[in-house]
């Protein structure tokens, strides 16, 4: 079966940390996903990787960057987190075309 | 561009009631769409899915079918349970299925009670 781990459930940070959300999947998949979900805004995508080393920005790029140094690991990073970037944040994988998107529990990001 | 309208919650029902979610979309040529479910406490998973128009997704009692004319993707069930309550997100992708780069709707809580 399928695992999507990330690596906090809940995380508090102050204005101007530096944050790394991790995010590893054991199913040797190509792609990874970071996501945000908000009340009423649904899930929205920050960035992607369809392979190691490569990251494209998603929809709200702004204030993240990532890291794929390794096939299994996605890092979600906040160069200098501020109160907007308090939210859920989604790790999701995928492997062969047409295959799901399997999707960690999630980790709740409080910034303070 | 393309998006997802699906309605507002939440939606709260009794059990062994109707359910309808309705879903609409817009996007050119010919979308994926998929219906993805969110258990308190957990990420989303795959609930059900269609490919092209006429096809209808079904699993764990769920049905929705892709209506082109329409541009519609309404998730069903016939009784639901009380553990159905979830949120529930209807999303588009790109023709034939990969599930790379989904759009998502906003989401729909459903509470069902005893």
């Known amino acids: 079966d399928v695992k999507v781990t990330q690596s906090s459930r809940y995380l508090v940070k102050r204005t101007g940390e530096k944050v790394f959300l991790e995010c590893v999947q054991d199913?040797?998949?190509?792609?990874m996903f970071w996501y945000r979900q908000d009340p009423g805004l649904g899930l929205r995508l920050i960035y992607f990787s369809y392979d190691v080393k490569m990251k494209e920005k998603g929809d709200i790029p702004e204030g993240y960057s990532v890291s794929r140094e390794k096939k299994e690991r996605f890092s979600l990073i906040l160069e200098s987190a501020s109160t907007n970037q308090t939210s859920m944040y989604l790790c999701?994988?995928?492997?062969?075309?047409?295959?799901?998107?399997?999707f960690g529990n999630g980790t709740r990001l409080t910034v303070t | 561009g393309n998006s997802v309208t699906q309605m507002e919650g939440p939606v709260t029902l009794s059990e062994e009631a109707f359910l309808t979610i309705n879903c609409t979309y817009t996007?050119?040529?010919?979308?994926?769409l998929f219906w993805y479910v969110q258990y308190p406490g957990e990420g989303l998973q795959l609930l059900l899915k269609?490919?092209?128009?006429?096809d209808k997704g079904s699993n764990k009692g769920f049905e929705a079918t892709y209506r082109k004319e329409t541009t519609s993707f309404h998730l069903e069930k016939g009784s639901v349970q009380v553990s159905d309550s979830a949120v529930y997100f209807c999303?588009?992708?790109?023709?034939?299925?990969?599930?790379?780069?989904?759009?998502f709707g906003k989401g729909t809580k459903l509470s069902v009670k005893p």
């Open positions: 996007a050119t040529g010919y979308p994926s």
């Open positions: 269609a490919t092209k128009a006429d």
């Open positions: 999701a994988s995928t492997g062969a075309y047409n295959s799901p998107l399997h």
């Open positions: 199913m040797d998949h190509e792609n």
């Open positions: 999303a588009l992708g790109p023709y034939g299925g990969s599930q790379g780069n989904l759009i």
